[in-house]
């Protein structure tokens, strides 16, 4: 039987799972050695729904079978199982793995998912382990023919629950903790507008402000399409700097101050007037929850947001922002990961790939050294 290699986590890099950094600070370990040695590591749970024309509303709820080591006929959610660790890991790959566990655990193919929803990033703590649950939400159709696995699960009683049954199971069986509180919540939803949007209100359909926002470690010509673009269709663009209070680590290189200065000095040389962009300092806060919330209070009204990054993409979406179509070009070459990389390879392959002011102004900042320098520091 192959190993399976999940995705763990320090406890001091825990917190920018909550700014979606996760390909940052994970790393491979073999599932059994994980928990052996109660490693943090990264799981799915998936809430499953049913919704009738008729109105009536079903819970998938499984009861885990009693070979498991952990929680043995205990009732949790729909289904659940590790993220399994990959390369530039994140919140879509993630998604991938909640979705194959679900068709694993009760045989439903994600084609037959007519909506899914990313809820939240739980800390779930107990006396025999730590995990991180990515939550997601998921509606199928009413008549949906059920495959449970028997090696994972009680058959007879992993199925759909109307309410008064979800109830009393929760009521009176041995349930795991964090799953019984989201089926209390999902009891109380309104099931029509849980897979939408929390609000229309701040949808717009006017082209004014647009808001992007970047980390620019470096700002290469990735960044420079994306803005270009952007200022194709609208009048103005906020540019946000993001985890713009980190500097001097592999990962975060650059200051806000010279993050800035790339921008301006960018822009001015494609002859953008200052007139249509601002630039915000947008600082972590290590909060998915709130980061939206925190962002609105720094850079004020837009209309719509531009982000290649799913995790902004989707908190909001969550909130009713107007999300625009990704614009990307050669991803795999223009990011800054990349950048970053070639540059302490001492490749100078890494120029053509920024912009040549940009270049200067990395040079000026001793930038070079300084990453080489900061990759030593990184990985002792």
Known sequence: MEKEIVACIKDINVKYLESGQVSKVVFPMERQEAHKQK??????????????????????????????????EYFTDSSSGHVIWKRNLDLKKIQKDALRELEEEFGIPSRDLHKTKFYELKDEKDDK??????????LVDYNIILKPDLNELDIKESRFYDKSELENILKNERTIEYPKKIWKQLLNEDIDSLFENETDAKLSHTNNIALFIGRFQPLHHGHI???????????????????????????????????????????????VSTKRYDIYDIPDIFNAKRWVDHVMSIVGEFNAIFANSDWIRILFQNKGFRVEKKIAIFKKRFNGSNVRRLIIKNNKSWKPLVPKEIVELIEDFDGINRLKSLNTVDNL
């Open 39 to 72: 490693v943090i590591h990264l799981i799915t749970r998936f809430f499953i729904i049913s919704h009738s024309p008729e109105g009536d509303i079903r819970y998938l709820v499984q009861k885990r079978g009693k070979s498991k080591s952990e929680y043995p």
């Open 129 to 138: 382990e730590r995990e991180f649950s990515y939550v997601f939400f998921g």
């Open 225 to 271: 399409y994306v803005l270009m673009n952007i200022l194709k269709s609208y009048k103005k663009v906020k540019i946000g700097i993001g985890s713009s209070q980190l500097s001097n680590t592999f990962n975060d290189p650059f200051t806000n101050i010279e993050r800035r200065e790339f921008i301006i000095t960018a822009l001015k040389k494609r002859r």
